[in-house]
Structures are given as C-alpha cells and as structure tokens.
C-alpha cells in the first residue's frame, strides 16, 4: 500500500496565479483533511471531509476549495495564490469510528508563492 | 480553537539521555495522540491513548494519558540520533468533535 502520496512535492507560485494539490489514500479511509504547517505555528487545518461529495471549513479556510468526488482523492484548490499562502501542506485520512483520530499522512507539498 | 500546550518547545540532549515532553489543554480531553515529524516528512503516529491514568510504551516511548484528562506525558529513554525531529501531541476535545487539535510541537535535537 502507497498510503497517503500527495501531488506535486514542491511548487512555486506566482501571485494570483491558481493551482490545485492532489491527496489520495489507498486505505479505504472515510475522513480526510487538509492541513498547512508554518514554523512554530504547529499544524492549522484548512478543511476536511467525512465522506465522498461532503466537504467542511478548519480553522483556517480563506483562500483555499476543496472537492472530494471520489473516496480516494481529496483536492484541495488556491484560485489566486497570495504570499500568505506560502507553506508546507499536508494531507491526512483516518478511518471513522473509534480510531477515528488516527491519522495518517502524506509527505507534504512545499509550496512558495512569489 | 482549542489550544494544546506543548513544553518544551525544543530540547537539545546528548545521546543516550532521557527525554519528558508534555502537553497541557483548559478543557479535558476523551483521547490523546502523539505524534513524529521526521525532517522533511510528514507527520508519524507514535502513540493514541483512550483511557485516563492509560500508560502505553512503544519500545523506548512511552506516553501517559494524565488522570486530569486534560495532560499527557511523552517520555524517550536512551535517546539516539534518529529521534530527531518534531512531536506533536493531538486530540479531540471532549463534546463529540472527531477533529483533533494539534500542539505547535516540541523540537528535539540529539547530539551524539
């Protein structure tokens, strides 16, 4: 099993442009999540899903859509890329239920808006 | 949102010494995880704790869910150089959330 494999693994954005980072899970999980990471900030999570075609807003949403058509794949999209923006992403899933909070995630995308 | 508190917010030891890290919350928590962020990778579950006083090792880790429920210990013994790298302590605060709250992490560096 691949896991959780995240696509691209670096980026560099100009600002305004847009783009969308690809999540897919292998591991029949129900929930997903998409989180950034900016130093000493720990990890912010931006939105989340609990199933195919249902979609929810973290802590941190402004700027960012997210889609979920398959169970397998989580999209998370930036329409017009701001410096703010620049961080390392990181996508997870977890099963439902009483292990729910187990997360596994992906490698990360690095991604740099100029 | 909730906060976690995590301390230290980065160690730097010799190899082959002991490491305790904690997390504290002002609410209780139902569930506790810990966490492993290698270099350039992304995060590693090491350790999730469901019950209070629950005391769970995973070869030279182990964690304590704390009897307050709202702290949790993480203790490393006989550090080497691979246990470098961030730990996160995790959880759900207790309400029915099934989204977990991450602390900003504790940075641990091993010198050898």
């Known amino acids: 099993n691949a896991g959780v494999t995240q696509t691209p693994k670096f980026r560099v954005l100009k600002t305004g442009q847009s783009m969308t980072l690809l999540c897919a899970q292998d591991m029949n999980h129900e929930y997903m999540y998409w989180y950034r990471q900016d130093p000493g900030m720990g990890l912010r999570l931006i939105h989340y899903s609990v199933g195919e075609g249902t979609t929810a807003k973290g802590e941190v949403p402004d700027g960012y859509n997210v889609s979920r058509l398959k169970k397998q794949n989580f999209l998370l999209g930036l329409e017009s890329a701001a410096p703010s923006q620049t961080s390392v992403y990181f996508c997870?899933?977890?099963?439902?239920?009483?292990?729910?909070?187990?997360?596994?995630f992906g490698p990360g995308t690095r991604l740099t808006v100029t | 949102g909730q906060q976690l508190n995590q301390s230290p917010q980065s160690m730097f030891i010799q190899e082959g010494e002991d490491v305790s890290m904690n997390c504290t919350s002002s609410?209780?928590?139902?569930?506790w995880l810990w966490y492993k962020q290698d270099p350039g990778e992304g995060p590693v579950l090491l350790i999730a704790?469901?019950?209070?006083?629950e005391l769970t090792s995973n070869g030279r880790l182990t964690a304590q869910f704390g009897i307050t429920r709202k702290d949790s210990f993480l203790n490393i013994s006989a550090s080497i150089p691979s246990d470098v790298g961030i730990y996160f302590c995790?959880?759900?605060?207790?309400?029915?959330?099934?989204?977990?709250?991450f602390g900003r992490g504790t940075s641990l560096i091993v010198h050898p």
């Open positions: 995790a959880g759900p605060p207790s309400g029915g959330s099934y989204i977990p709250t």
């Open positions: 704790l469901y019950k209070a006083g």
């Open positions: 609410s209780i928590f139902n569930t």
């Open positions: 997870a899933s977890s099963y439902s239920g009483t292990s729910t909070y187990e997360q596994y």
